[in-house]
């Protein structure tokens, strides 16, 4: 199947992308609707996903994506191949992700990833960048106890400020002794990641577990 051809920066902010997406009906969605749910923030073509779903049948997996040609080709490739824990949705993440999270069923978000996002490299568009203390706050109120998020990218800045910012919310604790962890703790790389390999150039991973905050 051709590539789609899409912008490859897409800027969040624009009037076009505020519109919140709907809540989804879980039910409907996925055939087992309270399997653990692994959440894949920016998920691009969907090909990480799409490998995980087929390694992890007893999981659902959801990826959103802000740039929509992608969403329908990774949603047509899913079934073609019938696998029926795997949804992609077309949605701006900063603005949606309440309305999707909130209508879960109660302790199904168990992972989360964000990987190799836009680095929006100037300070004046800081503001586009996926991970804002606002989504790590939202994250931290769905993600169920024990459950974690991956974080990773080749830009250096890009995953020390993704780094920050979940260990600045007190609901998060980051694992691992290094800075940076040396290996992908998921049985499934990127094309990105494998790119960024195969040119002997870094990568920077980070993995956070959401701790027991309650009283």
Same mark, same amino acid.
């Given at each position: 199947?051709?590539?789609?051809?899409?912008?490859?920066?897409?800027?969040?902010?624009?009037?076009?992308?505020?519109?919140?997406?709907?809540?989804?009906?879980?039910?409907?969605?996925?055939?087992?609707?309270?399997?653990?749910?692994?959440?894949?923030?920016?998920?691009?073509?969907?090909?990480?996903?799409?490998?995980?779903?087929?390694?992890?049948?007893?999981?659902?997996?959801?990826?959103?994506?802000?740039?929509?040609?992608?969403?329908?080709?990774?949603?047509? #490739?899913?079934? +073609? %191949?019938?696998?029926?824990?795997?949804? /992609? *949705?077309?949605?701006?993440?900063?603005?949606? !992700? &309440? $309305?999707?999270?909130?209508?879960?069923?109660?302790?199904?978000?168990?992972?989360?990833?964000?990987?190799?996002?836009?680095?929006?490299?100037?300070?004046?568009?800081?503001?586009?960048?996926? #991970?804002?203390? +606002? %989504?790590?706050?939202?994250?931290?109120? /769905? *993600?169920?106890?024990?459950?974690?998020?991956? !974080? &990773? $990218?080749?830009?250096?800045?890009?995953?020390?400020?993704?780094?920050?910012?979940?260990?600045?919310?007190?609901?998060?604790?980051?694992?691992?002794?290094?800075?940076?962890?040396?290996?992908?703790?998921?049985?499934?790389?990127?094309?990105?990641?494998?790119?960024?390999?195969?040119?002997?150039?870094?990568?920077?991973?980070?993995?956070?577990?959401?701790?027991?905050?309650?009283?």
């Amino acid at each position: 199947m051709p590539l789609v051809r899409v912008r490859q920066h897409v800027n969040p902010l624009a009037k076009k992308y505020q519109t919140p997406a709907n809540a989804l009906e879980w039910e409907k969605v996925y055939p087992q609707p309270n399997q653990p749910l692994h959440l894949d923030i920016g998920c691009a073509r969907g090909r990480f996903l799409l490998k995980m779903a087929e390694i992890e049948t007893d999981w659902n997996f959801l990826g959103l994506e802000i740039r929509e040609p992608l969403v329908v080709d990774a949603n047509q #490739v899913r079934s +073609e %191949l019938g696998l029926t824990n795997l949804h /992609y *949705l077309f949605c701006n993440v900063n603005n949606s !992700l &309440q $309305s999707l999270l909130s209508s879960l069923p109660p302790g199904t978000l168990q992972r989360v990833s964000i990987q190799f996002p836009d680095p929006w490299f100037k300070n004046r568009h800081a503001k586009r960048r996926v #991970v804002q203390p +606002e %989504l790590v706050t939202e994250l931290a109120s /769905y *993600l169920a106890v024990g459950g974690i998020v991956f !974080l &990773q $990218s080749d830009v250096e800045f890009v995953a020390a400020e993704m780094r920050s910012r979940f260990a600045e919310n007190p609901d998060f604790e980051q694992l691992g002794t290094g800075e940076w962890l040396t290996e992908n703790p998921l049985p499934v790389a990127t094309e990105r990641e494998i790119g960024t390999q195969n040119k002997g150039e870094p990568v920077y991973r980070a993995v956070f577990v959401r701790k027991n905050t309650g009283l």
